[in-house]
T-cell receptor
Framework: RKEVEQDPGPFNVPEGATVAFNCTYS??????FFWYRQDCRKEPKLLMS???SGNEDGRFTAQLNRASQYISLLIRDSKLSDSATYLC????????????FGSGTRLSIRP | DTAVSQTPKYLVTQMGNDKSIKCEQN?????MYWYKQDSKKFLKIMFS???????INETVPNRFSPKSPDKAHLNLHINSLELGDSAVYFC?????????????????FGPGTRLTVL
């Protein structure tokens, strides 16, 4: 089993739709979780951290389920500009912790 | 103001050559990284330096040698380039302390260096 797994997609949804995808992780000792966004031929950029209590940033909501070892990202009222690859990241607390990137979920928003 | 910069942006070279990629960050971060993203878009960490000290060294051929002259710079030298080294190499940096800034998972990436080995 991979340490971090994501559905590669692509998810193809109409503008305005709500879309959600998950990321599962195998190491129950993992401490920190993040979602990154990567546009085509660009560098990954931090989208949001994922806190135990869940967190929301505008149209984006991130959740952590420690019992089932997955994190999720929900995008409401999707925009064309949301089209990108979404990467989940799992790591520990310190700078020496192993940092694992998921292989990404491709999202394509159509007009 | 570029936070994390890399040079060159594109690098095309012949098999067997030696090449270097440079990275600089002006964010004042203590930790810097090198990642490789292959043709399948899988992003994998290669090295991490904290304040010029190597702290993560994943299973990478010893043809790859990182060098950190100071905490704002982390260069990557590759000897005897092979076809399989063709990929996009990303440099990144992160703040040290999770309590203040999210720690290792809060990464700021450079624009990438697209390496093609012929």
């Amino acid at each position: 089993r991979k340490e971090v797994e994501q559905d590669p997609g692509p998810f193809n949804v109409p503008e305005g739709a709500t879309v959600a995808f998950n990321c599962t992780y195998s190491n129950s000792a993992s401490q920190s979780f993040f979602w990154y966004r990567q546009d085509c031929r660009k560098e990954p950029k931090l989208l949001m951290s994922v806190y135990s209590s869940g967190n929301e940033d505008g149209r984006f909501t991130a959740q952590l389920n420690r019992a089932s070892q997955y994190i999720s990202l929900l995008i409401r009222d999707s925009k064309l500009s949301d089209s990108a690859t979404y990467l989940c990241v799992v790591t520990g607390y310190s700078s020496a912790s192993k940092i694992i990137f998921g292989s990404g979920t491709r999202l394509s928003i159509r007009p | 103001d570029t936070a994390v910069s890399q040079t060159p942006k594109y690098l095309v070279t012949q098999m067997g050559n030696d090449k270097s990629i440079k990275c600089e960050q002006n964010l004042g971060h203590d930790t810097m990284y090198w990642y490789k993203q292959d043709s399948k878009k899988f992003l994998k960490i290669m090295f991490s330096y904290n304040n010029k000290e190597l702290i993560i060294n994943e299973t990478v051929p010893n043809r790859f040698s990182p060098k950190s002259p100071d905490k704002a710079h982390l260069n990557l030298h590759i000897n005897s380039l092979e076809l399989g080294d063709s990929a996009v190499y990303f440099c990144a940096s992160s703040p040290r302390d999770r309590a203040t800034s999210g720690g290792a998972g809060t990464q700021y990436f450079g624009p990438g260096t697209r390496l093609t080995v012929l």
